[in-house]
């Protein structure tokens, strides 16, 4: 895991450290010093810690005009033992949306599993973006972590399975990647889970 970095071609456009909007505002970061871990592995060093034990993210782009962004994460999402939902919604979230974002794409493939607890923060990140006429959506996260998030039925909050699973994002800038899941989901011919 150590060599996975978080995608970086769109550093010339963003950077959330440059970004005084952004939680992650002056921090530093180290090319050669490992000393964030998911259990036992180390994880490169340009993630951004956010307080949980397993999950991390990095912001790889917010426009405030068009009130979206896009985040990737890495680890495992354990809401069950860590809370982790709480760590990203307090931690990243909130400060985005008061900043005035609605639009959340959050990028999961290197999300290893996820283990759910109750919904209260899905719900309440909802219906606050919502009012807005926002949406969250989850790209290209891993079939067997759908599949547990569809058990618990955070569906009825948050937008993920195909075709959202589809998209080569990285061959996107990042307002086509932001109008191509917009497309998606406003759709209406497009399969949406109930609740969305």
């Keep these: 895991m150590h060599d996975i970095e978080p995608y970086f071609r769109w550093r010339e456009e963003y950077t959330a450290e440059e970004d005084a909007k952004s939680p992650f505002y002056k921090r530093t970061y180290s090319e050669f010093q490992y000393s964030n871990k998911v259990y036992n592995y180390f994880i490169h060093p340009q993630w951004d810690n956010i307080g949980s034990l397993t999950l991390y993210v990095k912001i790889l782009f917010v426009h ?43 990028l999961g493939e290197h999300v290893l599993n996820f283990h759910a607890s109750d919904n209260c923060y899905y719900e309440e990140w909802a219906e606050e973006v919502r009012e807005e006429g926002g949406w ?55 399969h949406k889970m109930d609740g969305i």
Excluded: C
């Design 64 to 106: 405030y005009d068009k009130s979206y962004a896009i985040i990737e994460l890495i680890g495992e999402w354990n809401d069950s033992l860590y809370n982790d939902i709480m760590f990203l919604k307090r931690e990243v979230i909130d400060y985005l949306i008061r900043e005035g974002i609605s639009k959340f794409i959050l």
């Design 136 to 190: 969250v959506a989850f790209v290209n996260f891993r079939p067997h972590v759908i599949e547990e998030m569809a058990n618990e039925q955070i569906q009825f909050y948050v937008h993920f399975d195909e075709p959202l699973n589809n998209i080569n994002w990285r061959k996107l800038k990042p307002d086509l990647l932001q109008e191509s899941v917009n497309h998606l989901i406003s759709n209406p011919t497009i």
